[in-house]
Nanobody, 118 residues
Framework: QVQLVESGGGLVQAGGSLRLSCAAS????????MGWYRQAPGKQRELVAR?????TTNYADFVKGRFIISRDKAMVYLQMNSLKPEDTAVYYC??????????????WGQGTQVTVSS
């Protein structure tokens, strides 16, 4: 079993920055990819950024040039700069992870609230 735990959300003014962190834990797992999704009230969950095990990254158009995803072993980070009120959402860590007992599947963190005030 794999657990993902996020931290780093909060309240920030427009133009400010936040850094989200996500720690993957469990026994003998292999990370294929990790990423961040977000869900605003009344909207569907959407991809923000993703990084593969090989380090390839991809970003949603609405965060390109503002957000940076990075990874260090079982940690994934999302550096969010130039935040806008429309970035307000619950941010979820996602991992596509395999273990000794199962093939790769998606795991989710509990979510962390990011609120950007105007």
């Amino acid at each position: 079993q794999v657990q993902l735990v996020e931290s780093g959300g909060g309240l920030v003014q427009a133009g400010g920055s936040l850094r989200l962190s996500c720690a993957a834990s469990g026994s003998a797992f292999r990370i294929n990819a990790m990423g961040w999704y977000r869900q605003a009230p009344g909207k569907q969950r959407e991809l923000v950024a993703r990084i593969t095990g090989g380090g390839t990254t991809n970003y949603a158009d609405f965060v390109k040039g503002r957000f940076i995803i990075s990874r260090d072993k079982a940690m994934v980070y999302l550096q969010m700069n130039s935040l806008k009120p429309e970035d307000t959402a619950v941010y979820y860590c996602n991992g596509h992870i395999g273990t000794l007992l199962s093939s790769a599947m998606d795991y989710w963190g509990q979510g962390t609230q990011v609120t950007v005030s105007s």
